[in-house]
Every structure is written in C-alpha cells, then in structure tokens.
C-alpha cells in the first residue's frame, strides 16, 4: 500500500508564478523527502525533511511538515518552463527498510 | 560521481521468456530496490534488500523474484514475462532508512 498520496495529480502554471503540490501519508514517518523526476528518466532527490522539522528550505524550494495532518508540502517560487516534471513525496514505510512514494504531481510549467 | 546504472535502457521480450533485469550501484550502499512505474500508479516496490543475500517482498511481488549476490548488484528476474509486466523499471540505492535515495535511468521493458 501507498504510504504517501499526493495532490493535485496535474498542475498548469505559467512561468513566473508559484507551484505549491501536497503531500500525505498514513503512519508516522521519521523523514519525508521530495523527488523529481524528468520524462522517462529516474528520480533526483530534491529535498529532505525530519519530523522534527517544521519547514525546510532549498535555493526556490519549501518544504513544510505537518506531523499532527500527517501532511507535507512542496512549494516552487518563481517557477520555470525547466521545472515542468513529476514531483512525487516518499516516506519510509511502517516495517523494515521499505521505501514507498505516492503516485506524483505532474508539473507543466507555460513559458 | 554517485552512480546507479540499469543494464539496458530499453528491452522487448517475449511471453513466457525469462527477463533478467541487472543494477549495479558504485556508492557501497546497504539498501537496493526495485519499483515499477506505471502511468496514474506511480511507483510501487516490487522487492528490495537490505544487504547481501537478504530481501523483503515490496507491495507487488507477483511474478518476481530477486537476487542479491554482491553488494553492489540488484537483479530483478522475471521468470516468466507477462504483458501486463510491461512497465517502465527503476532501481534505486541508498545507504539506510532515512537516507538519500539515488535511481537508475530506469528500463522500459515491453512484453509482446
């Protein structure tokens, strides 16, 4: 089973503007990171975020948790046309040393 | 440089044929996995290991088998091909829970 699920699935922005994606998951977690990956590539990690952590932040990335909603966001500022990409959360999983993603978020950035 | 190199970038099979589907990562890591990715499903773990010889059934392990030899070698085997295990395959390293996780080019392996 998904541990995490994000939203929404699609997003269509124009360049300039901001890209904000969530995140949740169903059992407590230690971390939670964000990927991105390109067309038909692998996944690249972008950014890690502990459960003592509140909000993280990355060059035009933010990342925030919110353990209690058991939620997480990834927000874009500024957005560009190179950004367009699936952008999927991940968590490890309630046994062993699993690690398992929720569906993504598939970016179109608009130049 | 980290590197996780999948042996074949794209594969078509035949049903019924055994399909051996090879990872080797260069970063001494403990942890290897294999996901399938499908359009609308997003990744789902098929089996992934722990260290050597070791392995853990992912969420879809049907139809799939693993073998873990050396340290730096994941295979995903399989063992009889099927079309609706055509998908696109990516494997993953990293060196523990709560680590980083780096992915291979992935392979898209078609089944006819």
């Known amino acids: 089973s998904q541990q995490g699920e994000e939203d929404p699935q699609a997003l269509s922005i124009q360049e300039g503007e901001n890209a904000t994606m969530n995140c949740s998951y169903k059992t407590s977690i230690n971390n939670l990171q964000w990927y991105r990956q390109n067309s038909g590539r692998g996944l690249v990690h972008l950014i890690l975020?502990?459960?003592?952590?509140r909000e993280k932040h990355s060059g035009r990335l933010r990342v925030t948790l919110d353990t209690s909603k058991k939620s997480s966001s990834l927000l874009i500022t500024a957005s560009r046309a190179a950004d367009t990409a699936s952008y999927f959360c991940a968590t490890d999983g309630s046994y062993g040393q699993n690690f398992v993603f929720g569906p993504g978020t598939r970016l179109s950035v608009l130049p | 440089d980290v590197k996780v190199t999948q042996s074949s970038r794209y594969l078509v099979k035949r049903t019924g044929e055994k399909v051996f589907l090879e990872c080797v990562q260069d970063?001494?890591?403990?942890?290897m996995f294999w996901y399938r990715q499908d359009p609308g499903l997003g990744l789902r773990l098929i089996y992934f290991?722990?260290?050597?010889?070791?392995?853990e059934k992912g969420d879809i392990p049907e139809g799939y088998s693993v073998s873990r030899e050396k340290k730096e070698r994941f295979s995903l085997i399989l063992e009889s091909a099927s079309t609706n295990q055509t998908s696109m395959y990516l494997c993953a390293s990293r060196t523990g829970t709560g680590d980083e996780a780096f992915f291979g080019q992935g392979t898209r392996l078609t089944v006819v």
């Open positions: 975020i502990r459960s003592n952590e």
């Open positions: 290991s722990y260290d050597v010889k070791m392995k």
């Open positions: 970063m001494d890591h403990e942890n």
